[in-house]
């Protein structure tokens, strides 16, 4: 059974700094993308940043040039670093991975229990 356990959330104030972890667990053959989402309360839960497999990234126009994904592949773990905070950043942010039980097998999407991030003013 595959888990994703993720950590590294927190209360920070505005313009301060926080470092999201996220680690999968269990037996699998590989993993093919793992991302980052978050949903503020009343809104829709939505894509922060993804990272391929090959290192390729991807992020939301509201998060370029303060947020950072990356991945140790070694660990099959993902981080997003985030910058220059916002109150409007706050969320609870989820981690997202693509993984392939066997060889033969596409893969499929697992979830994180989710983290919260609080910015305050």
């Known amino acids: 059974q595959v888990q994703l356990v993720e950590s590294g959330g927190g209360l920070v104030q505005a313009g301060g700094s926080l470092r999201l972890s996220c680690a999968a667990a269990?037996?699998?053959?590989?993993?093919?993308?793992m991302g980052w989402y978050r949903q503020a309360p009343g809104k829709q839960r939505e894509l922060v940043a993804t990272?391929?497999?090959?290192?390729?990234?991807n992020y939301a126009d509201s998060v370029k040039g303060r947020f950072t994904i990356s991945r140790d592949n070694a660990k099959n773990t993902v981080y997003l670093q985030m910058n220059s905070l916002k109150p409007e950043d706050t969320a609870l942010y989820y981690c997202?991975?693509?993984?392939?039980?066997?060889?033969?097998?596409?893969?499929?999407?697992?979830w994180g229990q989710g983290t919260q991030v609080t910015v305050s003013s």
């Open positions: 997202n991975a693509d993984i392939r039980s066997s060889p033969w097998y596409q893969g499929r999407g697992y």
């Open positions: 269990g037996s699998f053959f590989s993993i093919n993308a």
């Open positions: 990272v391929t497999s090959g290192g390729s990234t």
